[in-house]
């Protein structure tokens, strides 16, 4: 099994930065991917982006597309989310998750079997 623990969340105001930790522990050399996540209050979970760990191809979410950078440290089995020009509109509880199975899409909340218990991210107006 993989386990996951997200760090890194806070209240910040618009404009600001953060940056978002996710630490794997176990069967680390089963990832195939991993991908940050967030869910709002009534809405449902959407990908943020993601990362295939051995060839480091990415995926971003339009809605993050040249603010948010996602970055890995194999050696520490660490996954990492930079979140720069934050907007009131990414309130939300970030996940980190792990897709197990081998190839396949990384982009979709379904892809992903394992996930962290999330830290809430706060932009204020």
């Known amino acids: 099994q993989v386990e996951l623990v997200e760090s890194g969340g806070g209240s910040v105001q618009a404009g600001g930065s953060l940056t978002l930790s996710c630490v794997a522990s176990?069967?680390?050399?089963?990832?195939?991917?991993m991908g940050w996540f967030r869910q709002a209050p009534g809405k449902e979970r959407e990908a943020v982006a993601s990362?295939?760990?051995?060839?480091?191809?990415?995926y971003y979410a339009d809605s993050v597309k040249g603010r948010f950078t996602i970055s890995q440290d194999n050696a520490k089995n660490t996954l990492t989310l930079k979140m720069d020009n934050l907007k009131p509109e990414d309130t939300a509880m970030y996940y980190c998750?792990?897709?197990?199975?081998?190839?396949?899409?990384?982009?979709?909340?379904?892809?992903?079997?394992?996930w962290g218990q999330g830290t809430q991210v706060t932009v204020s107006s």
């Open positions: 998750a792990a897709r197990l199975q081998f190839g396949g899409s990384c982009s979709r909340v379904g892809d992903f079997g394992r």
């Open positions: 990362i295939v760990i051995r060839a480091g191809y990415t």
């Open positions: 176990g069967y680390t050399y089963s990832r195939y991917c």
